[in-house]
């Protein structure tokens, strides 16, 4: 049922770019392991072997911290629809923050403007591997909620930078997540 793939096939791009929805799982040397779901338009496929995502201002960075430590990364995505499939990206990740100015700005140029745009993180994949996902529940998506883009506006780019430094800037384990005063 499972099949490894080297790269993304053309129909593996078109699964990723219909799903709503896409999970992300990180670890560092030791501490605790970390699975983020990941939604709205944060993704964009670079080409076979990379892609890069979109991280937007949330309660923690456990990735941030992760990556700096450990570049592993998963990125998980899931038919919820009538046709099951599981996809999994396998590799190693690179984040970059806003004070990489020219990388940063030419990621920011593939979406949309979104409030609260805390950092990239490129996937340079090794693996891709399909599963059945028959186990896997059906359900039918309301829509993408406008919470975090709506707190994020409210806060303004002042309110980010400050909520990332009170919040933003050590993970779980208390590992650092690259996040400045700057």
């Not at 964009?44 to 592993?72: C, D, F, I, K, M």
């Amino acid at each position: 049922m499972a099949e490894q793939f080297g790269s993304l096939t053309p129909k593996h791009i078109e699964f990723i770019e219909r799903q709503p929805v896409f999970f992300v799982g990180t670890a560092g040397a030791e501490g605790k392991i970390n699975v983020s779901p990941k939604g709205l338009d944060t993704l964009r496929v670079l080409g076979p072997n990379r892609v890069v995502w979109l991280n937007l201002t949330g309660s923690g960075n456990e990735t941030a911290a992760h990556v700096l430590e450990n570049r592993r990364m998963t990125l998980m995505f899931c038919s919820f629809g009538k046709q099951p499939l599981i996809l999994r990206l396998y590799g190693r990740a690179e984040m970059i923050h806003g004070d990489q100015e020219q990388r940063f700005a030419s990621h920011a140029a593939r979406f949309s403007e979104q409030p609260g745009a805390r950092q990239f993180f490129e996937l340079e994949i090794d693996l891709v591997l399909t599963s059945c996902g028959y186990g896997v529940p059906r359900f039918d998506g309301a829509g993408e909620r406008k919470t975090l883009g709506k707190w994020a506006a409210n806060k303004g780019e002042a309110g980010i930078r400050q909520y990332w430094l009170e919040k933003n800037r050590q993970s779980l384990d208390g590992k650092a997540t690259g996040i400045t005063s700057e």
